[in-house]
């Protein structure tokens, strides 16, 4: 029982509430001798795989340490230039360590907003009348559970695949949300969610239901 | 059921369109409904492809809505078959690659006179086509 992360976006498609749950980390740390058999793309704010993945290391991946010091984007912590670095015969051999690249508060933010006309358009291009938006979206990897609410709040749940009963648990969602945000006088609608009640209840729900199953709410 | 069938080429042309028990049409032309179409599926594979906790292999596969499920497979060579089927069906990947080998790659890549990126008119084509389709379990009302 797995779930990754739970989103809240207001009707006007903004995100208000994400947490992210469980999300595995997914790094691998390799030893290159020259000439590198990856190929890299150079950006200033990352340094990715395009092509040749192996032993773990993707494409897609984002380049997190060269020789155990971090990388900030293209540049090292210690102000040196990956590139140069990674094209000079003479550094090898190089550790450099790759990761997944994690989203950043506003890509999620980006996300949350592309999921808003997907939903519209979803049930626009329906082949039956009077049809919902998403509810549930799978993928290889995750599954998206989608509720909207009648006043156009979505409840959004990515967890995996085989994980069942997912609309009771945001049925349930919906109910801390209806208890501790909206009863909240410090919260104003359409704002982002900062309420600590709210967060702990939240979290209590999710470890039971990782736990116990959804039987258990 | 099945609803209707869109297959786009790599670059989000329409190569063909068929419809069986299509109940509801959007209410825009075919043309404009299919970049609709193309735009939504590329942007879901891009959402898919970045909310993925993991690495994702296949990354999108389908998505329900209360009255209608969305199949969407793409083969290497990017060409990408969506089929509209009703929320129980299942098995349709195997469905569509079946689709892809029996009736696509047969009567559309064989086809001489078929020119790649252009639309299918192929009759014969329409024809397998509809008969595949209609041997199908899915095909046909809804089992409730």
């Given amino acids: ?217 | 059921m099945i609803y209707n069938l869109y297959i786009f080429d790599k670059y989000g042309t329409l190569l063909y369109y068929g419809e069986w028990n299509r109940l509801k049409q959007s209410g825009i032309t075919k043309d404009e409904e299919a970049k609709l179409m193309y735009g939504m599926l590329f942007s879901l594979k891009s959402f898919v492809n970045k909310i993925s906790p993991i690495d994702p292999k296949e990354g999108f596969l389908y998505y329900k809505t209360n009255k209608y499920a969305l199949h969407f497979v793409e083969v290497s060579s990017g060409l990408k078959f969506v089929l509209n089927t009703d929320t129980t069906a299942t098995g349709i990947k195997e469905f569509l690659l079946q689709l892809y080998s029996k009736i696509w790659v047969e009567y559309v890549v064989r086809n001489p006179l078929w020119t790649i990126g252009t639309p299918v008119t192929s009759e014969l084509f329409k024809t397998k086509l509809d008969e595949f389709v209609k041997q199908s379990a899915l095909f046909g009302p809804k089992v409730i």
């Fill in chain 1, 1 to 217: 029982m797995v779930i990754y992360g739970v989103y809240i976006v207001s009707k006007s498609g903004g995100l208000i509430f994400n947490l992210d749950h469980n999300v595995p980390k997914i790094e691998a740390e390799r030893t290159f001798s020259y000439p590198l058999e990856i190929n890299l793309e150079y950006e200033p704010k990352k340094v990715s795989v395009v092509f040749g993945q192996k032993d773990g290391i993707n494409v897609g991946h984002v380049l997190v340490s060269v020789n155990g010091i971090v990388a900030n984007g293209s540049v090292l912590e210690d102000g040196r230039d990956v590139k140069e670095i990674i094209e000079s015969k003479e550094n090898y051999p190089l550790t450099l360590k790759f990761s997944r690249p994690k989203m950043t508060t506003n890509e999620k933010i980006f996300l949350a907003s592309m999921f808003y006309p997907l939903f519209a358009i979803a049930s626009q291009l329906s082949p039956e009348p009077k049809s919902s938006g998403i509810e549930v979206l799978e993928a290889d990897t995750f599954r998206l559970h989608c509720f909207q609410t009648l006043t156009g709040v979505k409840f959004m749940v990515v967890a995996e695949c085989v994980q069942m009963g997912m609309d009771v648990l945001l049925k349930r969602i919906y109910e801390l949300y209806a208890d501790f945000v909206l009863k909240n006088p410090f919260y104003s609608l359409e704002m982002p969610i900062r309420c600590e009640l709210f967060d702990t209840n939240l979290q209590a729900l999710l470890e039971q239901v990782e736990k116990g199953g959804i039987a258990s709410i």
